[in-house]
């Protein structure tokens, strides 16, 4: 046990900061915007203490708070942090600053309301807390109310803050997409809901909690479930595994449940949009590694073969579909999709190279979805229009803008020396010990990748400068704060990945051994008859 309380401050920091802004009087935008700013700030300060004190080769779970909440039905208030959570934590906490910054006038859309700029920054803030304590739940129930309502300030985010120049259709269907994020997302975390409350059933039955009452205790359910003392049948447990699955897939997105996500991207500010891609849908895959695997080893195993085979179409379904667009934020959209199926491909794979990898895809996913998504967002509100054909010879007139656009593209077809290089690497050596044909398709998309980012660097910012281009101006001081940070984290993580992994793989370890997977063992073809004659042969 810890004894101050910083896991909760770190998730109660951002709420008393969305609080203290809506607190501000209407006229001042700008204070409103810094203090915002600010706590997100100190937000990651703290996770950066944190870090610090968690140690990577200790207990899996540290930093443990537990208080009682409803004991009459096995609830507890318990929040602790391992490895994975721990870096997806930093992620979070890294990023929102960015965002804020990034998104400083995007409340200029949304006609001329006195508080706009507020809700706004509050709303962004919410999302991190309810994020962060997403990634610190040790209750199952406790995870359950922050994965729903994290829907709430999202949605408004959606619906009620568009792009600054999109065309009348787009500003007709940002609501009908928020609608559909909502609801996508609503009917997933139904399903997980009638899950939770049957698991809690199965706990109560075999007399895990108190006075007769189930329990909720994530930790609890874990070792009861991996020494096969949960009194279920697999036939129970594989419906439950599904139903906390979907809700999961529907978050992460993965194919075929992906739809509601370029919808919500492009119909979002870049900020919002950064914010759903990069740190909300990865409640979803974090939330496969440690409620699916942990809570159901056994259907995990059994439905991983059609998982594996659902990320793999997700990852081709993405890169084709990005190729074919004309709109570049729904094309890199589209690029998330291929994205999230190798991070649950390498779930998936149950080894510990592709986990590892799959994990520290989330985070360089993040920053190189950041920095594309963000620069692009820069461009389009320069030009005022999505459609790829209307720009030409950028790099003529903005050439930071281009080169950040042209790292960050690198980046995302993960090109060797850049941050997701060693987790898409690591994802499909991890992958092809235990699925080769998996693995071999998958590899496809590196192709596809080098299709759809270099074709769209090529005609958005090289040949000659097409009318309506000429005006576009290079990255303000503003825009190159924001920039900076993610380009030197590409460049960082892709020569040294270390500082990550030195977090990730001890968790990994851990839940491969309490699930009780192994790596598959190499093997080596035994030589031919033959040939091992003429060796013995030869040294007689």
């Not at 004991?71 to 990023?95: C, H, N, Q, R, S």
């Not at 999961?248 to 914010?275: G, I, Q, R, Y």
């Not at 695997?293 to 993405?318: K, R």
């Not at 590892?356 to 989330?362: F, K, N």
Request: with cysteine; aromatic share 10%.
């Amino acid at each position: 046990m810890s004894s101050y309380p910083w896991l909760t401050t770190l998730w109660l920091l951002p709420v008393v900061g969305a609080v203290a802004v809506l607190a501000v009087p209407a006229a001042h935008k700008t204070v409103a915007r810094g203090l915002a700013l600010t706590v997100s700030a100190a937000v990651l300060a703290l996770g950066l203490v944190i870090a610090t004190r968690f140690d990577p080769g200790g207990a899996q779970f540290q930093l443990v708070e537990s208080h009682e909440w409803i004991p009459a039905f096995g609830a507890g208030y318990t929040l602790g942090v391992d490895g994975i959570a721990m870096v997806l934590v930093l992620l979070t906490a890294a990023l929102v600053p960015l965002l804020i910054l990034a998104g400083w006038h995007d409340d200029r859309e949304v006609g001329t309301g006195k508080r706009v700029a507020h809700t706004y920054m509050a709303l962004i803030l919410l999302v991190e807390a309810m994020v962060l304590m997403s990634f610190l739940a040790l209750d199952i129930l406790l995870f359950y109310v922050f994965f729903e309502a994290m829907l709430i300030p999202m949605y408004f985010l959606i619906g009620g803050f568009g792009p600054r120049t999109v065309d009348a259709q787009v500003r007709q269907q940002r609501s009908r997409a928020a609608v559909k994020f909502l609801l996508y997302n609503l009917f997933g975390g139904l399903i997980m809901l009638a899950a939770v409350i049957g698991l809690y059933v199965i706990t109560a039955r075999d007399g895990l909690g108190t006075d007769g009452a189930g329990t909720f205790d994530f930790r609890t359910v874990v070792a009861a479930a991996n020494a096969g003392e949960l009194g279920a049948t697999p036939a129970v447990l594989n419906a439950l595994f599904l139903g906390f699955m979907f809700a999961f897939a529907v978050k992460a997105p993965l194919w075929p449940l992906h739809t509601w996500l370029p919808d919500a991207a492009v119909a979002a500010t870049p900020s919002s949009a950064v914010l759903m891609m990069a740190v909300v849908d990865k409640v979803g895959t974090f939330a496969m590694l440690r409620y699916c695997l942990l809570l159901f080893p056994d259907a995990s195993s059994t439905y991983a073969p059609l998982v594996v085979t659902l990320a793999v179409i997700g990852i081709i379904y993405g890169a084709l579909l990005a190729i074919g667009q004309t709109d570049v934020m729904r094309l890199i959209a589209y690029t998330s999709i291929s994205h999230f199926g190798f991070i649950i491909l390498g779930i998936f794979a149950m080894t510990s190279q592709g986990q590892s990898g799959a994990t520290l895809y989330m985070v360089n996913h993040g920053i190189s979805t950041a920095a594309l998504f963000l620069v692009a967002g820069f461009l389009v509100s320069r030009r005022g229009t999505r459609v790829i054909a209307e720009y030409g010879g950028v790099q003529k007139v903005a050439p930071v803008l281009a080169g950040t656009f042209f790292i960050a593209g690198l980046a995302t077809l993960s090109l060797p020396g850049l941050a997701p290089f060693v987790s898409e690497f690591l994802v499909l050596v991890g992958t092809f010990s235990r699925y080769q044909v998996a693995a071999i398709v998958a590899t496809a998309a590196l192709v596809l990748a080098a299709v759809y980012v270099l074709w769209l660097y090529q005609r958005m910012m090289t040949g000659p400068v097409k009318k309506g281009s000429e005006h576009i101006y290079d990255l303000v001081p503003r825009e190159m704060v924001v920039v900076a940070p993610l380009i030197a984290a590409l460049l960082f993580f892709g020569v040294y990945p270390k500082p990550v992994l030195d977090f990730i793989n001890p968790a990994v370890d851990q839940t491969l051994t309490t699930i009780g997977v192994e790596d598959p063992a190499p093997t080596v073809p035994a030589p031919e008859a033959g040939a091992a004659d003429l060796q013995e042969g030869g040294h007689k």
